[in-house]
Every structure is written in C-alpha cells, then in structure tokens.
C-alpha cells in the first residue's frame, strides 16, 4: 500500500496568559528548577509505579527529529538486576579511577567526591536507563532516526524536569563505557544506551556538593 504523504494539520491550540502573569510564571519557574540538585545519597523509600510511569509519559512529549521519538526508558526496580548493573558499573567504574580517566579529569570530579563505588544504584528504587535508537526494525527494513542525540537529550532533561516537579530526586549517571547495560536488559541491536538515572526520594541526610550556576551575563549573549 502507498503511504500517505501528504501534511496533515489540526487547529493548534495555545495556552496563553496575561503578560503580567507570564513574567510571574517564568520567575518562579525558575525558582523550581533552580531548586533542582543532583543526588547521590538515596532513600530506599518506595516510589509508586504509577508516579514514574506518568514521569516517563512526560519525557517522552519532547520534540525529536522527524518526529521519530527514538528512545526506549527501561524502568528498572527488580533487586537482582540492580544488583548486576551495580556490579557491572562499578567494575568499569574502578578501572575509570584508577588509570583509564585522566589526571585532569580526576581533578575535576574532586569538588563532587564521586568514586568507583555506586551504591545508589541497590539503593534508589528505580533505574530508568535511556536508550537512544539509531534506527527503528520494521521487518526486514531499517527505518533510520534522526538527530537521535540531541533528541534523547531534550527527552531526558524533560525526564529530569519531570523528576524534580514530581518532588523526587534523581542522578544523570553515566557509566563509561556502558554497553552492559543493553546486555542486562537484553535490548535489541538497535537501542544503545545514553543515560542510567536513579530516581526515589533522597536519603535522610543526604548532601550535595556545594556548587553554584554561572550568572545569567556568563551564558547569554544578546544581539543587539
Ligand atoms: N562516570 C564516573 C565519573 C564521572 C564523570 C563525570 I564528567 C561526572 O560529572 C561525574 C562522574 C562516575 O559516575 O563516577
């Protein structure tokens, strides 16, 4: 059958609001998200599935290349396979340490006092691994995605956003390498791993590193 090509529109409709009101709306969005930590000491408080899932459901509304939507959010809770990801992370993680990063990038990671050792990865009650997919199986053809890193990109930090409006806390942690990942959660040929994310609530008296933003005059640039 030949496939419809043609564009197909509906009405958009906008949310819109008073002028006063959109200023006031971006203040305090910001005010949110400026509250956003990365979090290394987790609770192993349950988190209800429904809670996540409905996270997902948001990350995946970001835009993608062609509209493709290549990504896979494997949401990991079951003990034993947090535990193999654990010991493969970590595994990787003390060669990382101890020789395979250099001096330089070693330095860099002091101030946030990360080593090879991962026990957020037993402790948080879900892992949501993002895949990204190069190309989509459809039978024996390969259907190819594009500007599939910046598209997962915007999907996890959706995913982050989401995490954070919900009141949990979440790690963007990136094993290095991380093909071990696709071996454990036995994804296809075509789904690579990007991110793995510990997501649940923060420890009782969990920490962060005591880091700070770049003003707004360091990252903008105004023409004219
Ligand atoms: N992947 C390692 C190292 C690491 C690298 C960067 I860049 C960080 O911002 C933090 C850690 C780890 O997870 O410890």
Redesign the pocket.
């Known amino acids: 059958m030949e496939k419809d090509l043609q564009p197909r529109f509906i009405p958009f409709r906008p949310t819109a609001y008073p002028p006063g009101e959109m200023l006031e709306r971006s203040h305090s969005f910001y005010e949110l998200m400026n509250r956003r930590r990365t979090v290394r000491d987790f609770s192993d408080k349950p988190v209800p599935a429904e809670l996540i899932e409905q996270i997902i459901l948001t990350a995946s509304t970001a835009p993608s290349g062609a509209n493709k939507q290549p990504w896979t959010f494997c949401l990991v809770s079951d003990p034993a396979i947090k535990k193999a990801i654990r010991e493969a992370?970590e595994k990787e993680?003390y060669t990382?340490?101890h020789g395979r990063?250099s001096d330089e990038?070693l330095d860099?990671?002091k101030t946030?006092g990360?080593?090879?050792e991962?026990p957020f990865l037993e402790t948080a009650p879900y892992l949501i691994v993002v895949f990204k997919k190069s190309w989509e199986q459809a039978g024996a053809e390969k259907l190819k995605n594009y500007y599939v890193m910046e598209s997962v990109g915007l999907a996890t930090g959706f995913l982050l956003a989401a995490i954070h409006y919900a009141g949990l806390v979440a790690l963007?942690?990136?094993?290095?390498p991380m093909n071990f990942l696709q071996e454990i959660l036995k994804r296809p040929e075509n789904e690579k791993p990007f991110l793995l994310i510990p997501v649940g609530y923060p420890a009782e008296n969990a920490e962060v590193p005591d880091i700070s933003r770049k003003s707004l005059e360091e990252v903008l640039v105004r023409y004219p």
Do not use: I, Q, V
């Not at 963007?172 to 290095?176: G, L, V």
């Open positions: 992370a993680e990382n340490y990063m990038w860099d990671l946030l990360t080593n090879w991962k963007t942690h990136t094993p290095s």
